[in-house]
C-alpha cells in the first residue's frame, strides 16, 4: 500500500481488509495527479489501466468497478462480474474480490459482517443516500445483509460493522431547499444536520449539509451503532484537502479516488 492512502481504523474481522486511496501512487497528469482510478472522467485510458494495475497489486485482490449512478442498485459480486456493471453498491462473499466505490467528494461506506464472511461497498451521494421514500442505497445494502441473515439464521444489523471515508465536508457541501426537502420530510433529526447558509434574497434558501452525519442517522435508524471513520471533522473533508483528495466540487475537472473491502 502507499504510505499516503488511508487503511480504515475499524474492528474489522480477521481476513477483512480495507482502504482508502489518496491522489499519490499513480501516473495520471494535471489535472488527474496522480493515481485517478476512474476511466469516465477525461484522463488517458492507459494511465487510468496503469493505476488500477497498481491497485490490484496492492490490494492482492481484483477490485471490480462499478458505473454508479447516483442511485440505490445492488450488485452481486462474483468472478464473472463486468467491470462497469451499473450499480452504487455492491456486496459479495468471494475471497479476492475488492468491493470498489470510486469518490470525489461523494461518501465512500464500508461495511462487514462481524463473522467477516460478506464485505460490501455503497456510493453515497445525497441522492443515493436519500433514495425514495426514505429506502436509499444503504437500506437496499442491508436488506441484502438482513437477507443473509435470515438463512444463517443471524440477527441482521446489529451484527453490521460500517466505516465512512472521506467526502465532502460539512463547512463546503452546500445544497438547495430540495436537498434539505429530501431528508427533513421524512426525518426531522435530519433537519438539524443542514445549517442555513447566506444567500441573496432573491435567491433560494442555501444548507450546509453534514453528509456522513446523515449517513450515520441512517445507519442508526436501521440498527447498524458500529460505525466508525468520518466524524465530520475537516481532516475528513475532501474539498478542503486539495493535496490529498480529488474533489469535483473543488475543480469540477478531477479524477476519483477509490475505497475498497475485500476477504483476503
Same mark, same amino acid.
Given at each position: 500500500?502507499?504510505?499516503?492512502?488511508?487503511?480504515?481504523?475499524?474492528?474489522?474481522?480477521?481476513?477483512?481488509?480495507?482502504?482508502? +486511496?489518496?491522489?499519490?501512487?499513480?501516473?495520471?497528469?494535471?489535472?488527474?495527479?496522480?493515481?485517478? *482510478?476512474?476511466?469516465?472522467?477525461?484522463? /488517458?485510458?492507459?494511465?487510468?489501466?496503469?493505476? @488500477?494495475?497498481?491497485?490490484?497489486?496492492? *490490494?492482492? =485482490?481484483?477490485?471490480?468497478?462499478?458505473?454508479?449512478?447516483?442511485? +440505490?442498485?445492488?450488485?452481486?459480486?462474483?468472478?464473472?462480474?463486468?467491470?462497469?456493471?451499473?450499480?452504487?453498491?455492491?456486496?459479495?462473499?468471494?475471497?479476492?474480490?475488492?468491493? +470498489?466505490?470510486?469518490?470525489?467528494? #461523494?461518501?465512500?461506506?464500508?461495511?462487514?459482517?462481524?463473522?467477516?464472511?460478506?464485505?460490501?461497498?455503497?456510493? =453515497?451521494?445525497?441522492?443515493?443516500?436519500?433514495?425514495?421514500?426514505?429506502?436509499?442505497?444503504?437500506?437496499?445494502?442491508?436488506?441484502?445483509?438482513?437477507?443473509?441473515?435470515?438463512?444463517?439464521? /443471524?440477527?441482521?444489523?446489529? $451484527?453490521?460493522?460500517?466505516?465512512?471515508?472521506?467526502?465532502?465536508?460539512?463547512?463546503?457541501?452546500?445544497?438547495?431547499?430540495?436537498?434539505?426537502?429530501?431528508?427533513?420530510?421524512?426525518?426531522?433529526? =435530519?433537519? $438539524?444536520?443542514? /445549517?442555513?447558509?447566506?444567500?441573496?434574497? #432573491?435567491?433560494?434558501?442555501?444548507?450546509?449539509?453534514?453528509?456522513?452525519?446523515?449517513? /450515520?442517522?441512517?445507519?442508526?435508524?436501521?440498527?447498524?451503532? @458500529?460505525?466508525?471513520?468520518?466524524?465530520? +471533522?475537516?481532516?475528513?473533508?475532501?474539498?478542503?484537502?486539495?493535496?490529498?483528495?480529488?474533489?469535483?466540487? @473543488?475543480?469540477?475537472?478531477?479524477?476519483?479516488?477509490?475505497?475498497?473491502?475485500?476477504?483476503?
Amino acid at each position: 500500500m502507499h504510505p499516503d492512502w488511508l487503511i480504515p481504523r475499524w474492528p474489522a474481522p480477521q481476513g477483512v481488509k480495507a482502504v482508502f +486511496t489518496t491522489r499519490a501512487g499513480g501516473q495520471s497528469a494535471a489535472p488527474y495527479d496522480s493515481f485517478n *482510478l476512474g476511466d469516465h472522467v477525461g484522463d /488517458r485510458v492507459q494511465n487510468v489501466a496503469v493505476n @488500477r494495475e497498481k491497485l490490484a497489486q496492492a *490490494l492482492g =485482490a481484483k477490485p471490480v468497478f462499478l458505473s454508479q449512478v447516483h442511485g +440505490t442498485q445492488v450488485q452481486w459480486l462474483d468472478p464473472d462480474t463486468a467491470q462497469g456493471t451499473p450499480a452504487d453498491a455492491c456486496l459479495t462473499n468471494q475471497p479476492g474480490l475488492a468491493c +470498489t466505490i470510486m469518490v470525489a467528494d #461523494c461518501l465512500p461506506v464500508l461495511l462487514t459482517n462481524v463473522c467477516g464472511s460478506h464485505v460490501a461497498a455503497a456510493h =453515497a451521494g445525497w441522492r443515493g443516500l436519500a433514495g425514495e421514500g426514505g429506502r436509499g442505497v444503504l437500506e437496499t445494502v442491508l436488506e441484502h445483509f438482513e437477507a443473509l441473515a435470515g438463512a444463517n439464521n /443471524r440477527t441482521g444489523a446489529s $451484527e453490521i460493522i460500517a466505516w465512512l471515508g472521506p467526502c465532502i465536508g460539512p463547512n463546503a457541501f452546500e445544497v438547495g431547499e430540495d436537498v434539505f426537502a429530501a431528508f427533513a420530510a421524512l426525518d426531522p433529526a =435530519a433537519g $438539524e444536520l443542514f /445549517r442555513p447558509n447566506s444567500a441573496p434574497a #432573491c435567491a433560494s434558501p442555501k444548507w450546509l449539509a453534514d453528509l456522513p452525519g446523515l449517513a /450515520r442517522l441512517r445507519l442508526a435508524a436501521l440498527g447498524v451503532n @458500529r460505525v466508525y471513520g468520518n466524524d465530520g +471533522t475537516s481532516g475528513w473533508c475532501t474539498v478542503s484537502n486539495p493535496s490529498l483528495f480529488f474533489s469535483h466540487r @473543488r475543480d469540477r475537472v478531477s479524477g476519483r479516488l477509490a475505497a475498497c473491502i475485500w476477504r483476503s
